[in-house]
Structure formats: C-alpha cells, structure tokens
C-alpha cells in the first residue's frame, strides 16, 4: 500500500466558526469548504473540519510548533478558542501550552 497522503480530521458543531477560527488564530489557508467538510492547509499539513452531530468521542492529536508561544496563546484566545492553563516545561527545553478551539477540541502548542 502506498500512502499518498495523511491529515487530520476534526470534529466541529459549528462549521463556519470553527474555520473562522484555525483562519484567524493558526494562520490555515481555506482549500475547500462545504457545510459538511472543510479542508484547511496549516504549515504545510491537511486539517479537516468534519461537521458532527453526534455524542462528543474524545481527543484529537493536534500538536502546533509556533515561534512565540506566548502570541499564539494570545491568538488562540482572541479567535475565541481557550488555553488551558499555564504553558508547562514537559521536558528540558520543550515548552508546550494545551489549548482547545470554539468546538471544544484539544490540541496542544509548543514553543520552536
């Protein structure tokens, strides 16, 4: 089997704010955008946005490297998204804050 490509798929409640919201705090370019799916690019990988009706099921392991930490924490609050807590040193050298976006969806932040 060849794999071609890999991206991730997110579950939303709120399809329009929750593109609004990878647009405005993460910087995501918009390749494609329906009720149902939209598909977004973010340095370089394919996030995709999947409107769900259903019971919540757990995490998603998004893991964003940004250059400043403490602006992305900011950016990430004024797109309407939550941090969720302090920014922690989880090993030597290795800063991460954990985050959740307008759908309630973790992922976490760490410092370049």
Known sequence: MKVTETFF???VRDMQRAARF?????DATVLFESVQWTSLRIAGVRVALF??????VGNVGLHFVVR????????????????????L??????????????EGNTFTLRQA
């Open 89 to 102: 040193e989880v090993a030597p050298g290795v800063v991460i804050a954990n985050a959740a976006d307008t």
């Open 68 to 87: 400043d930490l403490a602006a992305a924490r900011g950016e990430v609050e004024h797109a309407g998204g939550r941090v969720l807590g302090p920014s």
């Open 22 to 26: 990878y647009v405005t705090a993460l």
């Open 51 to 56: 409107l769900h009706t259903g019971p919540r």
């Open 9 to 11: 798929s997110v579950e």
